[in-house]
C-alpha cells in the first residue's frame, strides 16, 4: 500500500483515494483512532471533488467503530443505521457493504447485550452469505456467532461455532481470522472452568507471534488479558514468582486499550492488575489500578456525547 | 594347551585392510550411516563409505584444522586455519556455507542436538509454524552470471541449490555447533548457520573459597583442546591447557597462583540458556537464518546487475565518445548533445556529425550497441523479477513474523530480541521494497529512451545514406530531446546500483516530496529522506539494521554463558607460546545417569553424566607412568557441593608395560576404546598394534575431594589406587601394523577405523568377533 501510493502520479484519483482510505483504516485498526481521524481529514480536503462516496462510508466505519469502543450505543446504532441506508441502495451490487452493514448492526446489538436479536441477525446474514459463497464472510459471521454465546454466558453453544470458524480459516488460509477464532476458542474453554486453563494458554501461546506481529490493537489486547487470566487460573502457576509475567502483558494490554479508547476491556484489564498487586501486597500499585479502572467504568457508563465534534455532521 | 588355542574367538571383526594415498590426520564417522570423512595430511577431505568406496573428495584450499559431522549426518562443519567454518553437503561434498566467526583457527567442533522432546518452563508445548512457504513460491537464489562457464566456479558453481537445502532448518531439531580457536574464543551457533553466542576463556572467571574469602580465579595463555556440549545442551566442558591465576580486586593485577602452575585443566561452562530458551531460539535462528539467504541473493542481485549494466554503457559509451574526438578534430566548439539538437531540429548535418553517423557507427553499429542495451535492460528486469523483489519481499515478510515474537515479552526479550531494533529493520524493508519499484520504473524508463534514441539515429543514418526508410520503427522526437537532455551523459541506473563512497542523493520533485511527508500522517515511513537514497544504499541501510537486531540476541545469550567450575588435573612443561602444543589423546563424552531416569523432564537436572578420559603424560608426575585417567560426575560436583558432598570421581588405568596408549575414544553403554602401540625395544614383535575395550562404569573409582583451594593437582591422589591392565584380561585384539592416531569409534554404528603409520586403513566392526581360522593378517 505505501509503495503504491508513493507513485500517486501514476493512478487515476479514485485508485489514489482507495489506497488513501485503505491506509486509514490500517491506521485506526494499529496505532488508535486520534490518528486516524487526523488522516481522515486531511484526506476529506484532498479529494473534495471526486471519489466522495468511498471517504463518506470510511468516515462512518470509524466513527461506528469508535462509538462502540466508547460505549455510546445510542450514537453506534444511528450510525449503524445510516449504514444501513447506503447499503440498501446499491440492492445487488455491492455485496460487500451490505455484509458490513449487517455485520456491524449485529455486533451493535451485542455490545447493548441483547444476545438474541444479536444472534438472529447474525444467523440470517450467515444464510446470506453461505448463499451467495463469501467464504471470508462465513468465517467471520461464524466467530461473531461464537461471541454472542460467549457473551451471553452459553459457553458450549458458543465452542461448535468457533470450530466452525477455525475450519473454515483452515481451509481458505485466513491466518489472522485463524488466529481470532483460537483466542476466542480459548476465552470459551477458560469459561468452563479453570481446569482448562492450560488447555487455553496452550491455544492462546499457539497464535501469539501472529497476533502480536499483525493483528490489531484491539485483537492484540484481547489476547494478552486472556493469557494473563489463563495464568491466574492456573493452578500450577504461581503468582510471587511469575507475576511480572502477568503484570507486563496486562500493562501491554491497557496502553494500547487507551489507544482505542476501549473503556469496557481496558476496566477489566486494570481490574486484574489490580487483583494481582492485591495478592503481591503491593497496595500503592493497587490503589493505582483502582484508580483507572474506575475511570474507565465510569467513562464507560457516561458516554460524552456532546464534545464530539465530528458527529454534529449528522 | 592346543584345545584352548583351538576354541579361541578374535575380537572385532576386521572388514578392511586398505593402503592410503596420504596420512591422515583427522576422521571421524557419520554418526546416521556407514560413512567415514577424513582429512589427509595434505588438507583433503575425504568421505568414504564403509566398504570403503569413495564418495567424493574435496580441496578447501587452506590448511584444515577440526571437522565434525551435524547431528542428523546430512552436513559436515570443517574448521580451517584461517577461522573459516564452511559447512558442506554430505552427499556431494559441495559447500553450503561459510562462517567466519572466529579470527583464528579452530582447534575443535562439536556440534550436539536436543535429546529429547522437551516443553518449556510452564509444561506447555509451542508448536511453531513457518507460514512463508504457505504465502510465497521457493525462496529466490542467487543469480547467475550469464555466460560464465560452469566449471570456473567449482564447488561454488552448484551453490544456488544450497540456500533451499539450508533452508529447511524446519525440519531440523534444535542443534548447536559449538566452535573453538586458537585464541581461546568459544562460539556457538544454531543450526551451525546463526551465531548466537561467543565466549572467550581469558575472559571466563570462577569464585572459589580460600582461607574463608572469595577469590576470583581465571586462565591465562590458555590453549583450547577440546569442547563437548551435554546432550541436553546446559553444560559445556572445555578441556585447555594454561596458567591458572588470580583475578585480583584491581582489574589489571594478575598473580600467579603457586609455582609451576601451567598445565591441563577442565572447565564447565553453563549453557543452560540454550535448553531455557530452546523453542525461543529454534523460531529466531529459523526466521534469522532464512532472512540472511535472502540478504546474499539480494547482494549478489545487485552486483550482477550492476556489473551487467555498466558493460553495456561501456559499449555505448566507448563508441559514442568518439563523437567528442571528431567535434574537436573538426574545429568545433559545440557539444554532442547540441550537435544532436541541431540534427533533430532540421538543420543541416554537421560534418562530425556526418562522419560519425555513416562512417563511424553506421548502421551496423547502431543495431549493436541497440541490441546490447536492450538485452541488458531485459535481463536486469529478469533479475529483479526473478530474484531481487521475491527476496526483498520474503524478506519483509520474515522480519514481520519476527516482530510478532519480539512483542511478547515475557518470551522474547529475556533472548535479546528488541522491539524497537525489529521495528527499525521492518521499516527499512518496506523502504527497500519502495525503492525495488522505483528501479524498476527508472530502469523501464531509461531503457525504452535508449531505444528511441536508437531508432532515430537509425532513421538519419538511413536518410544520410540515401536509402528508403519507410519500415523503419517510430520514434517521438520529444523523448530524443529528453533523452539527450537528461540521459546523455548522465546514468541514473547506474546511480542506483553502483556502491560509491561520495553520498550520492537521487533528485526528487517537489510534488513526490510532499506526498511523501503527508504519508506520514497515514502510516507511512517517518523517515521521509528515503526516496533520496539510491537502492544500493537502501539495501546498505537495511542490511546494518538487521544486523543491528540480530546483534541484540547474540550479545545477551553470549552474556549468560558462565564459568561454573574448573578441575585442574595435571601439570605440563611450560612451552614457549609460539610452539605447537603437545597432542594429548582426550575423549570426552555423556552417558544417562540410570539413577535419575525419573526426574521430572521440564526439570534442568544434569541428567548425564560426564565422563572426561585422557591421557596422563609420562612428564607430569614422577610417581605416574604410562597412564589413563578417566574422570566422572565434574558436572554434578558444583550441585553436590551445595548439598555437602562430591561426586567427582576418577581412575588411573596403567597401561601394560609393552604398550604406550597412542590414542582413546568413548564409547557406546559406558565403554572406551583403547588404541596402543607396542614399545619398540622387543625385536622379534616390533611395531605391533592392539585395540582394547573395557567397561568405565565399572572400574574402582575413587571419590575426589573438593579442596577450596584450587593449587593443588587432582591426580596425585589417585596414585594409590591405580589399576592394572593386561591384555589377556579384556577385550583385545592385536593388529600387525605400527598404529598411529586418530582412532575413529562410531558409536552410533558400532565400527572403528584404525590408521597404520604405514599409511594403512583398517575397519573393524567392534560388536562382533572373527573366527581365527579365518584370519587374513
Known sequence: LVHATCFADASSSSDAALAYVKLIQHLAVFKGYKEAFFALKIAEEKFLSVSKSQILLLKLLLLHEHALHRGQLKLAQKLCDELGVLASRVTRVDMELKTEASLRHARTLLAANQFREAAAVAHSLFCMCYKYNLQVENASVLLLLA??????????????????????????????????????LAELWLSLGSSHATRALNLIHGVFPMILGH??????????????????????????????????????????????????????????MAMVYDKLGQLEEREEAAASFQKHILALRNPQDEDDPLVSVF | METDESSRVIPFQLQFDKPLASQIKIAEWNPEKDLLAMVTDDSKILLHRFNWQRLWTITPGRCITSLCWRPDGKAIAVGLDDG????????????LRSLKSHCAAIICLNWEEESQLITDDFGHTSKYEDRTSRFFPPAPRVPRMPGLVSGDNGFMDDSEDSFQELSNSSHQRFNILCSADKDGNICFSIFGIFPIGKVNIHNLTFPTFCDGSEMSNGVSNALIHKVALSKDLCRLIVTCSGDLVKVGDDLGEIQMVGNNEHGLHCLALNTAIFWNRKNELHQVAQQASNIEDLTEVVRTSLSVMCRQWSDAMNTFQEKFRSLSTLIINHG??????????????GARTSPPVHQFLVNTLGEVGVKRISKVLSGAGKELQRIVLDHLQPAVEVIGFRIGELRGLSRWRARYHGIGLDESLINNATEKAGMLLVQVERFMRVLSSVVQQYSNFFNWLLKCIKLLMSEPSDQLLPYNSELVIVFLKFLYEQDPVKQLLEVSETEYEVEIDLETMQRVRELVQFGGFADTEYLRRTLVKEFQLMELSFKEAFEMPFTTISRKILCEDILPLFPLPSLPKSSSSMWIPTSVSYYEDPSRASVPPYSCQNQFIDYISFQVPDECFSDIVNCICIVRGFMHDSDCLKKGYSSLEAVLLCVPVDYQCVDLSLYKDSQIVLLLNKATNTSESAGDGCMMILQVSDLPYVSMSRSACIDVWRLPELKDSVAYLNIGDEKSRTIRHSVIAPLAVSASRGVACVFAATKRALVYILEEDEDEVSDVE
Do not use: W
Open chain 1, 147 to 184: 461471541e454472542i454465546h460467549k457473551k451471553s454466558g452459553n459457553a458450549h453453544l458458543g465452542l461448535p461455532y468457533a470450530l466452525a470458524s477455525l475450519s473454515f480459516c483452515l481451509s481458505f488460509n485466513l491466518d489472522l481470522l485463524k488466529a481470532s477464532a483460537t483466542l476466542t
Open chain 1, 215 to 272: 493483528g490489531g490493537l484491539e485483537l492484540r489486547s484481547r489476547a494478552y488479558i486472556v493469557e494473563a487470566k489463563c495464568y491466574l487460573c492456573d493452578s500450577n502457576f504461581n503468582v510471587f514468582e511469575n507475576y511480572e509475567i502477568v503484570v507486563d502483558s496486562l500493562s501491554q494490554a491497557s496502553e494500547e486499550l487507551q489507544l482505542l479508547e476501549f473503556h469496557e476491556l481496558a476496566s477489566e484489564a486494570f481490574y486484574l
Open chain 2, 84 to 95: 573459516t567454518l564452511s559447512l558442506h553437503d554430505v552427499e556431494n561434498g559441495k559447500l
Open chain 2, 332 to 345: 568545433l566548439d559545440s557539444s554532442p548533445q547540441e550537435e544532436f539538437l541541431s540534427l533533430l531540429g
